[in-house]
């Protein structure tokens, strides 16, 4: 960029120092020609004043000499410093420069002038001689035609100082110079961003072209290259095939392939002349192999049909009858109309090849074989985080369910995808710390199979070197699950045998122990080491010393005896009670080789049995007796009951006459003590009534008078009798019933379950509590509720509820009164109208009486109500 700016603006420099000097050569040039013209005129104007004679010989009159001064002191005083008059012939007449007068030089000038023409002249003053400072002169050289003359007569000459037309030229020039100057400076300052683009641009496509020359280079160099390999391959191409041991032949489409050209090396490898072949038109067929004759003829039969080309492999016989391998290809040559009319072709010679091939394959045959029955798989593969295959043998697929070519070059996965993922990493450090010392190892990890299940393998390798140099794994894997699970079975088995409270012990055939664990060490007190070896039977008890022996050898004989219960010796002597359970030892062949015992201590079984017999036995006397009481009870309750019902009801009838006055005027305090008898009589009565009526239930007795009862009504009346008590307790109570078809059933009985459950409600609730009694159809039942905000049923007893004689401690605390039959009454009329009656209560809220009664329900027969108990 910089140089580029220089050089235009040296270009700018240079042009403006032409355009100055072209402007400076014009002033000069109309400076002078002024000058000039000065010299023209004055010559015109002083020609009057010259004499011929001026002209014709140097002056040397004095007098005339200064006329000729003061002539030209004018033209002197206009800057004219020296006036010369020449003869045609170049003799100077007259010189301001006296000197110079009578001087002759030959002037070319002079002819010119004389023509016409004034001719002007730069130079010195004293160039052709004089006296005075030798300044800068324009020399005007002007003809001079005297007055009456037709033709110039001689040549005036003006020396001009040229100082001053250089200082007026200078002068000229100066505005120019800087107005040049200026123009250009504003021209450069206003090109310079232009320059600027252009130079970037330029340098651009510079580098652009400098790049493309580089590819250019190398374009060129690999071509060259190219050429180069391609003339070297065509070399080696040529040797090659002139060494080829390849034989080119012509074939006519015969039968036979007869030969019609063979070339010579066919001598070489077969030993028979070119001429053979070629004679014999039956030649091919002979020389080939008995073995592939008929194929080869059939195939070339079918080349010639078809006009397709083709190759094959077949063997002919040589000359000294070794059989020569042959690859063939064959062309069929067409003509115009595409009708095959030869074969043509080379045979190359593949004996050594076929050999080769065979021995290969034969080999590879052996090693598939072996690495086929090798219980393992075998691979190669290279040391990389794939674990990259290069051979694999096919039993991965039995160990991880995929072929051994997925994994081949990685082609379908690695695998490392198929090593455990926590086991990965294991065996990348195993096998690199081997590698990298160069020694074997052996490993042992977990595969995943493709049906997800894990697989134990011990895989065991070393890198080998490879025969390109590089660094390849070899090794082998065997599946060890079997191994691993027959251990940890064993293992689990061994723990479970150790951790068994009870003994376990083997004895071999002679009856020697053999295996002993902790539990017969607890259970026999002698330690493994000290039994171990020796007869089982030590544990004998003293009064039957061969008792173990015979156990024994019925067990060696095939049999399982199992909770044989007997008596053995401990180690302290003492006697323990057991349970043997003997099976026999078998080997892998099935062949009985030991036998098994395994013994519980049934010393504490035998003595819990024993005290769980003498509690059965207590138990069932105790049962006895209670039922028995039970009976007694029940009859004399029954009794008691009837005997007193009689009396009581006399009692009351007796009273109410008193009451009514029958015996006579009662004061108020008789009759208010009377009241009290008869309301306890009345209570009495009902003890007596309910007692009676349990008798009944629990005698089976309990007969209903079913008729078509409607429990809404009844409800009502329950709540109506019941009302002055609550009202008088201060409880509100209230009935909600809806519509409810009839039920059957016994209407004083309901009617008495009814009272029951509302009097207990408003008994057990508190004043300013409530009652709130609801009869509704639900389903098939008519649904009797009786809520109460009451004391509440502790959970804990509320199963007790329905017994006879029960009362809640609560209820037995706060003296509440009452006898705990109430409700086992109600819930015999329940059942006995086939309903449910339940309870829901707690301490906060209070209780809930539910009771359900089937809607449509058949009469029951009077023997089921007779059943119905408690
Ligand atoms: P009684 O009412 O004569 O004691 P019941 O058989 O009717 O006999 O009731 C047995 C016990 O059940 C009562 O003593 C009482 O403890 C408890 N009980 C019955 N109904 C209620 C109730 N609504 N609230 C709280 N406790 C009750």
Redesign the pocket.
């Known amino acids: 960029m910089l140089r580029f700016a220089l050089y235009s603006a040296l270009a700018l420099l240079l042009a403006g120092a032409g355009i100055l000097w072209f402007v400076r050569r014009e002033a000069h040039e109309s400076a002078e020609q002024e000058l000039t013209k000065d010299a023209s005129r004055a010559a015109t104007y002083l020609a009057h004043e010259l004499e011929p004679a001026d002209l014709e010989a140097p002056i040397t009159a004095p007098a005339r000499l200064n006329a000729l001064d003061t002539l030209f002191a004018p033209e002197r005083a206009e800057g004219v410093v020296r006036v010369k008059l020449w003869r045609p012939d170049g003799t100077i007449t007259y010189s301001t420069d006296h000197s110079l007068i009578g001087s002759h030089v030959e002037a070319d000038e002079l002819s010119e002038v004389l023509a016409g023409e004034p001719v002007r002249e730069i130079g010195r003053l004293n160039d052709e001689g004089g006296t005075g400072e030798n300044i800068k002169v324009l020399s005007a050289y002007v003809p001079l035609t005297l007055a009456g003359d037709s033709r110039p007569r001689g040549v005036l000459e003006f020396y001009n100082d040229y100082a001053p037309v250089e200082a007026r030229v200078a002068g000229a020039l100066k505005p120019v110079a800087i107005a040049l100057l200026l123009a250009l400076l504003l021209l450069f300052a206003s090109l310079f961003p232009i320059l600027h683009q252009v130079t970037k641009a330029l340098e651009h496509r510079n580098r652009r072209l400098e790049q493309q020359a580089a590819e250019l280079e190398q374009t060129l160099t690999e071509r060259r290259q190219a050429v180069a390999g391609l003339r070297e391959a065509e070399t080696r191409y040529r040797t090659l095939v002139e060494q080829l041991p390849l034989v080119t032949y012509i074939d006519r489409l015969d039968a036979w392939s007869s030969t019609i050209f063979t070339s010579p090396q066919i001598e070489t490898i077969l030993g028979y002349s070119v001429q053979e072949w070629t004679d014999d038109p039956q030649f091919f067929p002979k020389v080939l192999h008995p073995d592939d004759r008929e194929r080869v003829l059939a195939q070339h039969a079918e080349a010639y049909r078809t006009g397709e080309s083709f190759s094959s492999q077949y063997r002919m016989l040589a000359k000294d009858g070794r059989a020569v391998w042959f690859e063939d290809v064959v062309t069929i040559v067409k003509d115009e109309s595409g009708t095959p009319v030869q074969a043509q072709g080379f045979r190359l010679d593949i004996t050594h090849r076929k050999a080769t091939e065979v021995a290969l394959s034969e080999s590879e045959e052996r090693f598939r074989t072996l690495v086929g029955n090798v219980p393992g798989v075998i691979f190669r593969c290279e040391i990389d985080s794939d674990w990259t295959m290069e051979f694999l043998s096919d039993e991965i697929e039995d160990l991880v369910g995929y072929p051994a070519s997925d994994f081949i070059s990685n082609r379908a996965r690695t695998f490392t995808s198929i090593v455990h993922p926590q086991d990965a990493s294991l065996l990348e450090t195993e096998v690199e710390a081997a590698v990298k010392e160069d020694r074997p190892y052996t490993t042992e990890y977990r595969v995943v199979h493709r049906d997800g299940t894990i697989r134990n393998v011990v895989e065991r390798g070393q890198a080998v070197l490879t025969r390109d140099g590089g660094l390849m794994l070899d090794g082998a894997i065997f599946d060890i699950t079997a191994r691993r699970q027959g251990e940890n079975e064993r293992l689990k088995l061994a723990a479970i045998v150790e951790s068994s409270g009870d003994a376990i012990m083997t004895a071999s055939l002679e009856g020697v122990l053999t295996s002993w664990n902790s539990g017969a060490e607890r259970i026999f007190g002698y330690t493994a080491e000290e039994v171990l070896g020796q007869p089982l039977t030590m544990l004998a008890p003293p009064d039957r010393p061969a008792e173990p022996r015979e156990y024994f050898e019925k067990v060696l004989d095939g049999e399982a005896l199992s909770g044989v219960e007997t008596v053995r010796r401990r180690k302290d002597g003492s006697l323990i009670d057991v349970s043997f359970t003997y099976s026999p030892l078998r080997d892998a062949a099935g062949a009985v080789v030991g036998a098994s015992a395994v013994a519980q201590d049934i010393t504490e079984r035998r003595k819990a049995a024993a005290e769980r017999e003498r509690l059965v036995h207590e138990l069932a006397s105790q049962n006895e007796q209670l039922r028995e009481l039970d009976r007694l009870k029940d009859e004399f309750v029954a009794l008691v009951s009837h005997e007193l019902r009689t009396p009581l009801t006399s009692i009351r009838g007796y009273l109410e006459l008193v009451l009514e006055g029958e015996g006579g005027d009662l004061t108020d305090e008789q009759r208010k003590f009377l009241g009290v008898v008869e309301r306890n009589a009345h209570r009495l009565l009902a003890l007596v009534g309910d007692l009676l009526f349990l008798a009944q239930v629990e005698a089976g007795k309990l007969s209903l008078e079913i008729g078509a009862v409607d429990l809404s009504a009844l409800a009502a009346e329950s709540v109506e009798t019941a009302r002055p008590i609550a009202e008088e307790k201060g409880v509100t109570l209230t009935l909600a019933s809806g519509p409810l078809p009839l039920l059957p059933g016994d209407r004083s009985r309901l009617g008495q379950l009814l009272d029951?459950l509302v009097s207990?409600?408003i008994?057990?609730t508190p004043s300013g509590g409530r009652v709130d009694v609801r009869v509704r159809n639900e389903r098939d039942a008519a649904v009797v509720e009786v809520r109460?905000t009451?004391?509440?049923?502790a959970a804990a007893e509320q199963e007790h509820?329905f017994e006879r004689f029960?009362?809640?401690s609560?209820?037995t605390e706060q003296a509440?009164p009452?006898?705990?039959?109430?409700?086992?009454i109600s819930k015999a009329i329940v059942h006995a109208h086939s309903g449910r009656i339940t309870v829901a209560?707690d301490e906060k809220t209070g209780?809930t009486?539910r009771v359900a009664l089937p809607i449509r329900q058949a009469q029951p027969a009077a023997a089921e109500i007779e059943q119905v108990a408690l």
């Open positions: 029951n207990n409600g008994k057990f109460d009451g004391m509440g049923i509820l029960f009362r809640t609560k209820a509440i009452g006898t705990g039959l109430g409700l086992a209560s209780s009486f």
